[in-house]
């Protein structure tokens, strides 16, 4: 693996990971994620970036055997949750209160020293986007879509560390709470992405991606 | 800039990339972002993966000054989106038709030279799930969440290609959607994020970054 110690590459080399990257169909399940990788990408989940930096999520890590064979049957048969090295279930707040709020300003202030008080401000802004939020807003579909920052992150993070990834919206999120135990957390299923190692038998790998052209998508002003 | 071919980096070098990232404050008005990264970055945001590959989304590009310049009073006074290089305004589809569906599927056909009559199957799967959708489901929701994957690329690529981003909640998407020219679109401002380059006296650059341990937001299973 070439390397260096910075992390930055060139555009054209980003491009060349996204172009190799695909939603994979099929992993090899005899190839498992090592330590190193995984503890780097768990730190990139972590480091996700989130509004106001409440990080409403929690990441369910699925590893075991015996709970990934659990898996396809509530994943509309799809076997990568059951053949990956580990299935990312990602999670999001329910509800948003001032004691969550409340949390995330313990940490800043832990973490930086800054002392609660000056935060006040910072706080009453939180409060009040929450109870007076724009039409259509639900804490829920607010804290979803942070969580989908946390996907669009680990997914490019997987891409320039060579390893698979396969996002999938096609699960029952209801069983996954009950499977995982997180009815009564606060925490929902929002989405899973299942990381590893393509099997090199795996014909959608070699298909060419399709995307809009740049002109379709991208509009300047 | 160290590189390589394939862009490949090690965990330690993404976290490296990951820990230099924040959300930019103050931008340096006299930076702009180089066509050669733009065009990687605006590549990187049509490569985005997205539920179904349905890329319910455009991106619109703000770089005019002029433009840039009416763009705080309707994003809370921040700055940024004045001095930053590039404005990358996230829309989403407002629904999901059949006719977005038949559009997906022929550009399918297109790059991949597959038969339409093979996707049919496909095509009534997509119908099926946004006509009989789970609980809590709309379109535009939907559509939202697929965006945020893209905001969560986007800010990736970027940290790894040494280039700074800001992601904004706090603007009226409405009054964006009359300046850009969206009304009737069928695409609704959802989010921003402004690139460019961090001003030397950012002092939000050097703060510690404020993250819940890893133990309290990742649970293994």
Redesign the interface.
Known sequence: ???????????????????W?Y?CKSFDPSRTISD??W???????????S?Y?L?P????????PE?KAQLPAISWNQGQVRDGSHVVVFTARESVSEADID??LN??ST??GTPLESLAGFKQMMLGSFKNP?A?FTP??WA???V??????????AA???IDAC?M?GIV?SKYDEL?GLSGTGYKTV?VCVLGYRSIDDKYAS??????A?AD?????
Not at 1 to 19: K, P
Not at 57 to 64: H, I
């Open positions: 693996m070439a390397d260096n110690s910075t992390g930055v590459i060139s555009g054209s080399a980003l491009l060349e990971r996204l172009s990257r939603a190193t990788d503890r780097a990408l768990e730190q990139a989940l972590v480091l996700t970036p509004s930096g990080q999520w929690k990441f369910v890590v699925v590893t075991s709970v949390r995330h940490r800043i973490v930086r724009p259509g829920f579909g979803a879509n942070q989908y920052i946390a996907l669009g992150n680990l997914m490019t993070c320039v560390m060579n996002p919206e999120a995982l989405v298909q060419a991606k399709v995307r809009f740049a998508v991208v509009e300047y002003r």
